[in-house]
């Protein structure tokens, strides 16, 4: 993990994105709303209302490649490295400038799918603490309609994207039970509900992975929909944890996001 990794914040609030967005050089804010029940929700509701300058990304169509789930991937596998980094570029992105990515579950969906792909590239991202909400809740400047179309940048796709995504994602679930055997520990972070299997609305099997265990994404956010505190979190993990080593730490939900 490189410097920029470490030092860059995970996190920053609507304010401070505000005042960031008022001069030169600001970030490329990215608009990640999406649901699952309805793919192209998260578009309507852009074209209805977005923060300024920001340009709209589909879960389904930018951070994953749908093609691999006929393969046995998934219900949402990793795009190549060169395809993301084309996405992105054509979104006006550029080498160095930093990315706010924002969704409609506080951040912890695919907004951190978006930070995660990011950071796997080595490249600067932060997630809107509290998303469009909070956003709503400064009751200030929202845009309508569609992003317009950035100029193509001349960088070398090759130049960013020198990175392979499966370095840090499980090759398969084949790899799972001698990960647990070692001591390693699977977290699954869909709702109890459904990890316990009393519901299931969209997988044709209900219940987890044997021995896994359920943190549902919703524990890490606060009763306002902010991320808890770090201090906070990193206590409840390592309750969770145990003896547990975090590099043993598998993560899973329903999607792969």
Known sequence: MNALEINSPVLISAQALADSLTGEGGPLVVDCRYALADPEQGWRAFVDAHLPTAVYCHLDRDLADLSRTVHGHGRHPLPAALVFTQRLL???????????????????????????MMRLLGQPAQVLDGGWQAWQALQTMVESGSPSIPTQ???????????????????????????????????????AERFRGDIEPI???????????????????????LFKPAAV?????????????????????????
Do not use: I
């Open 90 to 116: 054509a979104w006006g992105w550029r080498p160095g400038r930093k990315l706010v990515a924002y969704d409609a579950a506080g951040g912890a969906v695919a907004a951190a799918r978006l930070w995660w």
């Open 153 to 191: 940048l001349d960088v070398t796709v090759a130049s960013v994207a020198d990175t392979h995504f499966e370095e840090r994602v499980l090759p398969g679930s084949e790899h799972l039970p001698s990960l647990l055997e070692q001591g390693g520990l699977l977290l699954d972070a869909r709702t």
């Open 203 to 225: 997988d044709r099997v209900a219940g987890h992975v044997p021995g896994a265990q359920n943190r549902p994404y919703q524990s890490n956010l606060d009763g306002q929909g």
């Open 233 to 257: 979190l990193r206590q409840e993990f390592e309750a969770l944890l145990g003896t547990c080593p975090a590099g043993q730490v598998v993560h899973m939900c329903g999607s792969g996001v």
